[in-house]
């Protein structure tokens, strides 16, 4: 049983998200989602439309989503890996080479990001 692990923060969740979680779960058998909460968004300067239980129950209607998790902080990772007995880290591309320090204890793999669509470019598009 693989066990793979991502993070994100999935604010108006759209098919950028959806070709992450369908390709993460392919690399196992069980996908966790480390879900930002909304006061680790504000760290991240992101203010999420969907507070964190709406967002959390978008993911887990998603069949390729087993388990959500809250992500509180930028620290967790190792500790959630541990915990969870990860064996693949999972991240888009465009966070290449930033959790490289995992690799000491799962393999960590970079995805190609779904070109031309987020969560900022629909938030943009509608004010047109
Ligand atoms: N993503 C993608 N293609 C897009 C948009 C997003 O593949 N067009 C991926 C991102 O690379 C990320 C995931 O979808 O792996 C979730 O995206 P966000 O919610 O924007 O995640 P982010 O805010 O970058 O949070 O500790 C890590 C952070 O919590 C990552």
């Not at 693949?88 to 465009?94: A, L, S, T």
């Amino acid at each position: 049983m693989k066990t793979v692990l991502t993070y994100g923060t999935y604010d108006l969740l759209h098919y950028g998200h959806i070709n992450l979680l369908k390709r993460a779960k392919e690399l196992g058998d069980f996908l966790i989602v480390a879900l930002s909460t909304d006061e680790f968004n504000l760290l991240k300067h992101k203010e999420a439309y969907h507070k964190y239980d709406e967002r959390k129950l978008i993911l887990e209607s998603i069949k390729y989503v087993d388990l959500v998790i809250p992500e509180e902080n930028w620290d967790q990772k190792i500790e959630d890996v541990k915990k969870y007995k990860v064996d693949i880290f999972v991240m888009g591309d465009d966070w290449r080479d930033k959790f490289d320090f995992l690799s000491d204890y799962c393999q960590v793999i970079y995805l190609s990001r779904t070109p031309d669509i987020s969560t900022s470019k629909i938030k943009t598009d509608l004010k047109k």
